[in-house]
């Protein structure tokens, strides 16, 4: 690694304030599983590394039936994987969790970090948009909440400013007859990352959002195929409308792990699947 | 910097660049070159360590941040010089180790599988090493020899 000053500030205005006099040339550490390897593979420059895990009060993983899910700055992946109130309201999430590298790496690795690094095949990320996640950011001019939805701009890229930390994300309280499911598509069963991620969470004849990773240059809502289903009785016949409509919601590239016709198929085959199993997942 | 941290038992301080893995600092200024470097990135597991009983890749993680942590590295597996722990031996007496390099990493790993749950099923043993990487054995002798130990730990 190249060298670079190192912080460990006592808290969150101080964190700020370092991000703000280094002005893009400092970098947040908090699990280290994505900014370590960058930083080695010199994909990244940090001149100054800001290690936020003494700042006290955003570690924690809290559940309100009325408020929903608080997860903090540096909760990790694993914790979500084993927290039996997440396997309890946010199964798609926990399978999300369960999917991210491994154990080494998900006893690092945080939630928040993994929405940072806004890669469009990250995990976390459709199942927390379906949730309808509100991430909550902290900047020198305060506060600010933002909808996770509109918080990604591009491949490794946000809303955020350089001198602003996200602190928190919110999922809301799941309403009742709710099924949620996030299906991973890849070539093997662990340390992969997504070819194709379909998240589902469907409130019985009432909301439904649909979000596909891994298929567009950020997470993305299969609009079309939700105005179809929201609020109506689904049925085999609708699935199946709704997964063609899926189709043409992605936009996805071709690379490395799977061809652009490839993924579209696949976006297809997994919609019409997470939608029959959150059915499923509500009767 | 200077930092305090308790290695395999022992109180120790170490001076460090904070630009330094804890798997560099551990091979270099510690002394300890039981725990394998080997993709260096986080996708092998031969460099796994136990942080305060948590498994994690030790070159994702800064030697500073090892400030005050309890840390075990394979050299503090055996429960005395003279003997050694039976994930250890069944690893030998059942060829879960062919060329050794992932052994460290894996060990350290199925002790923490082992820790957490002391009956696991071949599942959840498959399921827990899926962050170690072995290029010789395919797996199988790794699974038995961890099943082995499970089943003579529980005596």
Redesign the interface.
């Known amino acids: 690694m190249r060298r670079f000053e190192y912080f460990e500030p006592a808290s969150l205005p101080e964190a700020v304030a370092l991000l703000a006099r280094y002005q893009g040339r400092a970098q947040p550490l908090a699990g280290g599983t994505d900014l370590l390897v960058e930083l080695k593979e010199q994909l990244r420059r940090a001149d100054c590394v800001v290690n936020i895990k003494k700042i006290p009060g955003i570690g924690e993983l809290s559940f309100d039936a009325r408020k929903g899910l608080r997860i903090g700055a540096l909760v990790t992946a694993r914790e979500i994987e084993v927290s039996p109130i997440a396997i309890k309201h946010y199964p798609s999430l926990v399978q999300a969790a369960r999917e991210l590298g491994s154990i080494q790496v998900r006893n690092r690795a945080t939630i928040i970090g993994n929405v940072c690094r806004a890669s469009p095949s990250a995990d976390t990320l459709p199942p927390l948009i379906a949730d309808g996640a509100k991430v909550s950011i902290h900047g020198a001019r305060g506060m600010r909440s933002v909808l996770l939805e509109d918080f990604f701009s591009g491949p490794g890229k946000t809303v955020l400013k350089p001198d602003e930390l996200v602190t928190e994300i919110v999922v809301p309280a799941p309403p009742l007859r709710t099924g949620k499911i996030y299906i991973k598509h890849g070539r093997r069963k662990a340390m992969e990352l997504a070819t194709v991620g379909v998240a589902v969470t469907l409130t019985l004849e009432d909301e439904i959002r649909i979000v596909l990773g891994a298929v567009a240059p950020t997470p993305i809502r299969a609009k079309k195929a939700e105005a179809l289903l929201r609020g109506r009785k689904i049925d085999a016949a609708l699935i199946e409308q709704a997964a063609r409509a899926a189709l043409e919601d992605c936009r996805p590239i071709s690379n490395v792990r799977a061809s652009a016709d490839y993924r579209r198929e696949m976006v297809g085959v997994l919609t019409r699947r997470a939608l029959k199993q959150a059915l499923d997942a509500i009767r | ?1 200077k930092i305090s941290l308790t290695l395999n038992g022992e109180k120790r301080s170490l001076e460090l ?5 804890l798997l560099d600092a551990l091979r270099n200024e510690a002394g300890l070159t039981g725990t394998k470097k080997g993709c ?4 092998c ?1 031969a460099c ?1 360590v136990l942080v305060d009983g ?4 030790s ?4 030697g ?2 090892a400030e005050g942590r309890d840390i075990v590295t394979i050299e503090g597996i055996q429960p005395a010089p003279d003997r050694l722990h039976p994930l250890q031996e069944k690893f030998m007496q059942l060829g879960g180790a062919q060329c050794g390099f992932c052994t460290p990493g894996m060990i350290v ?1 199925a002790k ?1 599988l082992l820790d957490e749950n002391p009956d696991p099923t071949e599942d959840e043993i498959r ?2 090493i ?4 072995c290029r010789c054995t395919g797996y199988t002798k790794i699974v038995e020899a961890i099943q082995a130990a499970a089943k003579e730990m529980k005596k």
């Open positions: 910097m660049e904070p630009y330094r893995s260096d990135v986080g996708d597991g796994t948590k498994p994690l890749n070159c994702l993680m800064l500073v941040e790993m923490a399921f827990g899926a962050g170690n990487i």
